[in-house]
Structures are given as structure tokens and as C-alpha cells.
């Protein structure tokens, strides 16, 4: 069965620091992956997807995420973050058996220390 | 654009009593809307598919009775917690898929919605 494991319950970085969240994925075929980003008193905002193609995806906000298929790995990474992005982060990965339904991860939370 | 809205934001309510919450895409039109179940520190555990026009799809273990769902046009969906117990405390969202004609394209779109946090007592 398709899953999604997001190790990293919480991470606090620095501003100004990068970042990097983690995101494995079990996937029978080619998977289509996204990272979404979950503000409080906000919905759920697409950062990301990767259906095809170049294996380094940039997204919004500053973003960007690398699919390795040798490692499973669908990792977010950015090159420095401000106070702004404290939010939770969820990793998703498109059903197999369904172009509707998404998948998600269990979700990191990402502390900003100013 | 792309702006899905949910109401209430929050609502609380007494044990046994029902709940209504509406979900609307306000600047597109949707074919499907899925119901989603966040628990806290948790991610999001997908109730049921409703497609405009017909019956709700149901994820296995949730109970339909239980969470009604109706989606009587391209823009409006409504989950009624019916008999709330202190157990369906939640917080819940709904996402609205666009409607794409002619494209059988996988593209899994979807946008949320805000959530309602339903507290009952």
C-alpha cells in the first residue's frame, strides 16, 4: 500500500538558516509527490509538485524539492529561512488507484528562532 | 483565485445534537469535493469523495450515517456531523477539485479550505 513517512515530527532552525525536511515515499510506480504548507487559520497551500520530468522542482516562496527514486526521497529544502515560514509541512503522494485522492504524511513542524 | 471558504470557522455544540458545515469554492466550480479529519499534531485522514450530483464516497470506517455529505451544486458542499459525541471533536477540512473538461490528465489538484474545528460537549 502507498504511504508517505515524513521522519522529522518537529525541526527549529535559525532564520537565515537553511532547511531541509524530509519526506519517503512507497509508491508501486512513477509517483506524482507534492509538499504542501499548513498555516494556522489558513488552508492547506500547494508549495510544490513533481509529476515528470527534471527531478529538481522549485516552488513558491523560495522552495524547492529534489526526487530521488533511487532513495525514495522527496526532500524540501530551502536556502534560508525567515520567521514567516514556521508552519506545519505536509509531504503527499497522488493514489495510485485514484486521480482525486492525495495521500499525506504525517507532518513536520518547523519552528522559526529569530 | 482558485479561493475555497469554509463555515463556521469553528462551532461548539452539545453531545447528541447535529452540525452542519459548509464548504464553497467561491471562484471556480468544482466536480469533486473531498471531507478530510485532522487530528491534533496529526495529518489529515481523508473522510469521502463527493462528486456534484451524487452519492458521497466513504472511506473505509468512517460511517456515513454519521457524516452526512451532500454536494448539491458545483460550489457548495455540506458535512453534517449528526449525534455529535465528544469523540467527533475535530478539526475539519475540506479541498475542492476544479472542473476540468476534456482532461483525463492525473493532475490530483485540489485547494483547501481553512477548516472548521468542531468542539462538542
Known amino acids: 500500500a502507498q504511504s508517505v513517512t515524513q521522519p522529522d515530527i518537529h525541526i527549529t532552525v535559525s532564520e537565515g538558516a537553511s532547511l531541509e525536511l524530509r519526506c519517503n515515499y512507497s509508491?508501486?510506480?512513477?509517483?506524482?509527490l507534492f509538499w504542501y504548507v499548513q498555516s494556522p487559520g489558513q488552508g492547506l497551500q500547494l508549495l510544490l509538485k513533481?509529476?515528470?520530468?527534471?527531478?529538481l522542482v522549485q516552488g513558491i516562496k523560495g522552495f524547492e524539492a529534489e526526487f530521488k527514486r533511487s532513495q525514495s526521497s522527496f526532500n524540501l529544502r530551502k536556502p534560508s529561512v525567515h520567521w514567516s515560514d514556521a508552519a506545519e509541512y505536509f509531504c503527499?503522494?497522488?493514489?495510485?488507484?485514484?486521480?482525486?485522492?492525495?495521500?499525506f504524511g504525517p507532518g513536520t513542524s518547523l519552528s522559526v528562532i529569530p | 483565485g482558485a479561493v475555497v471558504s469554509q463555515h463556521p470557522s469553528w462551532v461548539i455544540c452539545k453531545s447528541g445534537t447535529s452540525v452542519k458545515i459548509e464548504c464553497r469554492s467561491l471562484?471556480?466550480?468544482?466536480?469533486?469535493m473531498f471531507w478530510y479529519r485532522q487530528f491534533p499534531k496529526q495529518s489529515l485522514m481523508l473522510m469521502a469523495t463527493?462528486?456534484?450530483?451524487?452519492?458521497?464516497?466513504?472511506e473505509q470506517g468512517v460511517e456515513k450515517d454519521k457524516f452526512l455529505i451532500n454536494h448539491a451544486s458545483l460550489t457548495l458542499s455540506t458535512l453534517t456531523v449528526t449525534s455529535a459525541h465528544p469523540e467527533d471533536s475535530s478539526f475539519y477540512i475540506c479541498?475542492?477539485?476544479?472542473?476540468?473538461?476534456?482532461?483525463?490528465?492525473?493532475?490530483?489538484?485540489?485547494?483547501f479550505g481553512p477548516g472548521t474545528r468542531l468542539t462538542v460537549t
Open positions: 479541498s475542492a477539485r476544479p472542473l476540468s473538461i476534456g482532461d483525463f490528465r492525473p493532475s490530483y489538484e485540489q485547494y
Open positions: 509508491y508501486g510506480a512513477t509517483p506524482y
Open positions: 513533481y509529476f515528470s520530468g527534471d527531478t
Open positions: 503527499a503522494v497522488g493514489a495510485e488507484t485514484s486521480y482525486d485522492k492525495v495521500i
Open positions: 471562484d471556480f466550480q468544482a466536480t469533486t
Open positions: 463527493s462528486n456534484e450530483g451524487s452519492k458521497a464516497t466513504y
